[in-house]
């Protein structure tokens, strides 16, 4: 294969410990690296990459914080925000409660945060006032905003739950299943949400009729979800492809998925969905990342094999920058806007 993009249009730094993620702040100029050590570490194409010590302890998700910088949550309970310019605030904190899930919709005028604490999911307005703690039957596993922000789905151990962010009166739609769930997704279109489960799985619920959509197979964990632009195709992790499963006519039911880019016995880790065109990103246990075209099936490497797996995979909402993290620290973006 020829030479990657990484060498011809990116640039990579080694943070010295495990990428947990990855989030460009909201204008799409930085991103953040959240590392488990407990730093956030700030990159763009230019310039220096600091890191910040935001957590006493390990950092366990990372997401855009609606002033520009960064949102997070670490073993140490806190949820944080990380300026650009390294500072440092502390959003709440929940003492031995790990906050393991983070998420952010909106804008500094206008939007909300959520995150985890046990089996609370915990939402606070755009200035970081708390709003409401919503209980689950178990620890929220998963936080996913719709794509207008009116409602927020919380995965846990038996299925999901799905609430009306801003609603006078508690109560949420129970979406039941057997089993432990570990992540949530909302289609694009708030056609339905499909959790990744512990027995390398998918499920779904169609929410017009309730009707389940079941999607297995996989030989590893469905760790990562993606949903093209219009939600014609959700991209999942946790088999030695791409796996997309086609979300029109009704869902996948009795429909195969497409596969693209395998590569035998690697197993891929994260995808990202292009925000504006069906092109999926893709990092896999080896390190290597790739672009997928959906239509035309064309592969594109992005990164070459080496550095720890794949563990983190995001694109600035321009559609410009792509960033990925590996286990191993490696950090890298490329830059794919037209020259």
């Known amino acids: 294969m020829s030479q990657d993009l990484l060498a011809q249009r990116g640039i990579s730094h080694g943070l010295e410990a495990y990428v947990v993620g990855a989030a460009w702040n909201r204008f799409g100029t930085r991103v953040g690296f959240g590392l488990g050590d407990g730093c956030v570490a700030v990159g763009g194409l230019s310039g220096d ?3 910040f010590e935001t957590h006493d302890g390990g950092l366990l998700a990372i997401a855009p914080d609606l002033a520009g910088g960064f949102l997070s949550g670490g073993d140490d309970g806190a949820l944080c925000r990380t300026g650009l310019d390294g ?3 502390a959003i709440a904190s ?3 409660k790990w906050v393991e899930q983070v998420a952010s919709f909106g804008d500094a005028t206008s939007g ?7 089996k609370n999911l915990v939402l606070f307005d755009q200035a970081g006032q708390k709003l409401k703690e919503l209980p689950h039957p178990s620890t929220v596993t ?3 905003f719709d794509a207008k922000g009116k409602r927020v789905a919380a995965s846990h151990y038996g299925g999901a739950s799905l609430w009306y962010a801003l609603a006078k009166t508690d109560n949420p739609r129970k979406l039941e ?3 432990s769930h570990t992540a949530v997704t909302i289609h694009p279109g708030g056609d339905a949400v499909v959790t990744s489960m512990q027995e390398n799985a998918l499920h779904g619920w169609r929410l017009s ?3 389940h959509m079941r999607m297995s197979g996989y030989p590893a964990k469905t760790g990562s979800l993606s949903w093209s632009r219009h939600g014609k195709w959700l991209a999942s992790s946790g088999a030695d492809a791409i796996v997309l499963w086609p979300f029109t006519g009704g869902g996948p039911m009795g429909k195969p998925p497409l596969e693209l880019a395998q590569i035998p016995e690697i197993v891929c880790t994260q995808v990202a969905f292009h925000p504006h065109h069906e092109i999926v990103a893709a990092g896999y246990a080896d390190g290597t990342v790739v672009m997928a075209d959906v239509a035309g099936e064309r592969v594109l490497r992005v990164k070459a094999p080496g550095n720890g797996e794949v563990s983190a995979l995001a694109w600035n909402h321009q559609g410009t920058q792509l960033a990925f993290g590996t286990e191993d620290g490696l950090a890298g973006i490329v830059d794919l806007a037209t020259r």
């Open 112 to 118: 909300l945060y959520a995150c985890s604490a046990g």
């Open 49 to 51: 990459w600091p890191r």
């Open 142 to 144: 998963g936080i996913a």
């Open 209 to 211: 009729d309730g009707q």
């Open 87 to 89: 500072t440092i605030s």
């Open 177 to 179: 299943w057997k089993g």
């Open 94 to 96: 929940f003492g031995s």
